[in-house]
């Protein structure tokens, strides 16, 4: 148990500490205006409370990775418990609050405007696709995993079909009505039921230790995957969002446009990823300790079906009738609130690539419709193999998207390793694992392992023998914001 309370320590210290530590490395200017009030709109510029803004950005970001992505991860042990404290401290958190705040400062700008400004024209051209096309497929994917779930529940009377039908009606308004109207009054509520369902599970964990009901193990650096799986870069990989996510970099820039104070970023930006952090260690902990093993782990994995069924089966079992409740709602909503923002995500990157005014409403209906019509299509597709993409794809977006904020905080003068040192690791992880995965070149580990190495140590020093141009002030760029009336139309 020392471990568990150990974990949640160093979590919340970083926070404090490190977190408070980035923020100065950024340097806040507490007097600078905000897109939010400079570029208000009634759509997307519209200014929020700051806990409401966090409660939306963890919804954003949470999806279903910190539950089902720390269950999977667990299967490697204790260890997992490294990956989630430490990944959330020195990166995930850090690219959060870079991807937030630079599009903060950059009115409001998408998160391929971002890196096409730092990483050059070529990065951003293949940035706007790759992003896009990652934003399409994870609302679809987020569509056809809650109707699934939805369609367990409803049996006959409600298909999986109409479950589809009814989320992506739901998945229209979210992306296109001003996000005042919706998302900021509901997604709190979501956020807060996802918060009590990971505290709830966390607090009978502790009871059922303390009650001798099961014991929580303490670290080992020991690789205890039953299939012997290779931790690096797998584990890695598997956990994702519960550590560090480059979808993370497509959602910060929509709270961006709604945050009223930069002093705000360090509390929503950082916060939420710690929040994330504590909700995946909570489920890795629970999820090899209420097993008793990774082997049984692995084996309710097989026999409850899946990570969903595993989640379902543990709330149940150490909260009740309530806490199956709560479990549904959690697996449910969580991807559904991430779904439809990756769409709203996606319309609002078209937007900044193309100029295209968000505020009448046509314009919204033009670039939304086409996504819906392409998300609904591939939900007939099986997505077996391309969502294992994902995983490596959203990685390296977060490489890519930590490199930008290296080159940012090099050529403003200030302390870059904080996103160096990241950058350079996840780029080890990336290149690993792309060449050593079933999806990709299936090489030994004898191949991969150094060659992965060696791009990580090329990459670091080319950024840092380059020459950046340096920069006072960040230069405008990115979103559009309001224009005349006589320019709406």
């Not at 009901?213 to 931790?231: G, S, V």
């Not at 309530?322 to 991430?338: H, K, N, W």
């Not at 046509?362 to 670039?367: K, L």
């Amino acid at each position: 148990m020392f471990t568990f309370l150990a974990a949640v320590a160093l979590l919340i210290g970083g926070y404090v500490i490190y977190g408070a530590f980035v923020e100065k490395v950024f340097g806040v200017d507490e007097k600078r205006a905000t897109p939010a009030t400079t570029m208000a709109d009634g759509v997307d510029f519209v200014p929020l409370e700051w806990k409401r803004i966090f409660l939306i950005q963890l919804l954003n970001i949470a999806g279903l990775g910190p539950i089902f992505g720390a269950v999977m991860g667990a299967l490697w042990g204790p260890v997992s418990l490294l990956w989630i404290v430490f990944g959330c401290i020195f990166a995930g958190a850090v690219h959060d609050y870079f991807s937030g705040m630079l599009s903060l400062r950059h009115k409001g700008a998408s998160v391929s405007e971002l890196v096409g400004f730092y990483l050059g024209d070529t990065t951003k051209q293949v940035m706007r696709v790759f992003s896009v096309v990652l934003l399409v497929l994870v609302g679809t994917v987020f569509i056809m995993g809650p109707a699934g779930l939805l369609a367990r529940l409803t049996g006959e009377s409600f298909t999986r079909a109409n479950w589809i039908w009814v989320i992506v009606a739901y998945y229209v308004l979210a992306t296109m009505l001003p996000i005042d109207k919706l998302i900021a009054k509901i997604y709190p509520i979501f956020g807060l039921a996802l918060l009590f369902m990971a505290i709830g599970i966390g607090g009978a964990t502790l009871w059922g230790h303390l009650s001798g009901t099961f014991a929580i193990p303490e670290i080992t650096l020991a690789n205890l995957h039953p299939r012997n799986l290779p931790l690096w870069p797998l584990m890695f990989i598997t956990i994702a969002c519960g550590a560090i996510s480059g979808f993370h970099a497509t959602q910060s820039p929509m709270m961006a446009r709604t945050m009223t104070n930069e002093k705000y970023g360090h509390r929503v930006f950082y916060g939420a990823m710690i929040a994330e952090g504590f909700i995946a260690l909570i489920w890795a902990t629970i999820a090899f300790t209420f097993f008793g093993s990774t082997g049984e782990l692995a084996a309710g994995l097989g026999r409850l079906g899946a990570a969903a069924g595993v989640v379902h089966h543990m709330s149940v079992e150490l909260l009740g009738v309530v806490g199956g409740a709560l479990a549904v709602l959690g697996v449910v909503a969580a991807p559904i609130t991430s779904g439809d923002t990756a769409f709203r995500s996606a319309r609002l990157t078209i937007a900044d690539a193309f100029k295209i005014n968000q505020v009448p409403i046509i314009n919204r209906i033009a670039i939304s419709l086409p996504l819906f019509a392409v998300g609904v299509a591939l939900t007939f597709i099986d997505f077996a193999i391309i969502w294992r993409y994902f995983a490596w794809s959203n990685q390296t977006l977060a490489m890519i998207m930590l490199w930008a904020a290296a080159v940012y905080l090099k050529k403003m003068g200030k302390l870059h390793w904080v996103s160096t040192v990241p950058a350079t690791f996840m780029t080890a992880v990336s290149v690993t694992y792309i060449l050593q995965a079933p999806e990709g070149f299936q090489l030994a580990t004898s191949i991969s392992y150094p060659v992965g190495a060696v791009a990580a140590i090329l990459a670091l020093a080319y950024f840092m023998y380059a020459k950046f141009a340096p920069m006072a002030l960040e230069p405008a760029l990115g979103a559009t914001g309001p224009k005349p009336p006589s320019q709406l139309c």
